[in-house]
């Protein structure tokens, strides 16, 4: 791989990180990302957890010191989102790699459509509406989604917080990050033990994760829920539209 695609994926991982930390996403610039750098297609799904793993736990991080994240969620969203992605990342192992090439474009389109279609609107908890068991099964389903797949999960994450558990967008989105640290790092196992990583590649992502991740926590923090909401449909339409024109191309 030429330094300067090396340095273009991770300007992309950088830019990634920011939006995935705010509204989710991120998977949505590095899966393509990587697939143009003329990775194989396991390959692309596991140094992108390897990348990616980084900013979830950075953003995570930030919202933690911050007192956004649900603690008692939290006890139970890790552990669950870490053997739903555990799962569907051995399931992703056992698929030839043609039929998984198929699969990732059908799931492309698929993330694209759900990202326009279910925007959260929610700008504050209610309290009523705490639900660790929802959590928890949103928790497995998207961990699962997350190891098989991942692009917008994150986004996926938020809008399950906001409308089965009653968070707030800023709220969510620090819950989102604790589940998808959780995902990362099973998926990231998997992988790696199937030699699916390029290290190579997935380390100076990193790096790019890592700011990035930081700075869109703290974006988030400062922007509240407009922010948020701004940034989900910016993702959403951005994709849309990257699609549409990909088909009439």
Not at 47 to 69: C, D, E, H, P, Y
Not at 81 to 96: D, H, K, Q
Not at 145 to 157: A, E, I, M, S, V
Not at 233 to 239: D, H, R
């Amino acid at each position: 791989m030429s330094l300067s695609t090396l340095i273009a994926l991770v300007a992309a991982s950088t830019f990634a990180g920011t939006v995935d930390a705010i509204a989710g996403g991120g998977g949505l610039v590095t899966v393509p990302a990587l697939r143009l750098a003329g990775l194989p297609a396991e390959v692309v799904l596991g140094t992108n957890k390897g990348q990616s793993a980084w900013g979830s736990l950075a953003a995570a991080i930030a919202f933690w010191r911050a007192g956004r994240v649900d603690a008692r969620l939290a006890l139970v969203t890790f552990p669950l989102a870490f053997v739903g992605s555990f799962a569907g990342a051995s399931a992703v192992l056992l698929i030839p790699r043609e039929v998984l090439d198929t699969i990732v474009i059908v799931l492309l389109v698929a993330a694209a459509v759900l990202l326009v279609v279910r925007k959260p609107s929610r700008d504050v908890d209610d309290p009523a509406r705490h639900r660790p068991l929802a959590a928890g099964v949103l928790a497995l389903a998207i961990g699962a989604y997350d190891g098989f797949f991942g692009p917008g999960t994150g986004t996926f994450l938020i809008v399950g917080f906001v409308a089965l558990c009653g968070r707030s967008l800023v709220h969510a989105s620090a819950d989102a990050k604790v589940v998808n640290f959780a995902s990362n790092l099973a998926a990231l196992v998997v992988f790696a033990r199937a030699g699916a990583v390029r290290w190579d590649v997935a380390l100076p992502m990193a790096a790019g994760q890592l700011c990035g991740g930081v700075v869109g926590a703290r974006l988030a923090l400062k922007g509240g829920a407009r922010l948020v909401r701004i940034v989900v449909l910016v993702v959403s339409g951005a994709l849309v539209a990257k699609l549409a024109l990909d088909a009439v191309m």
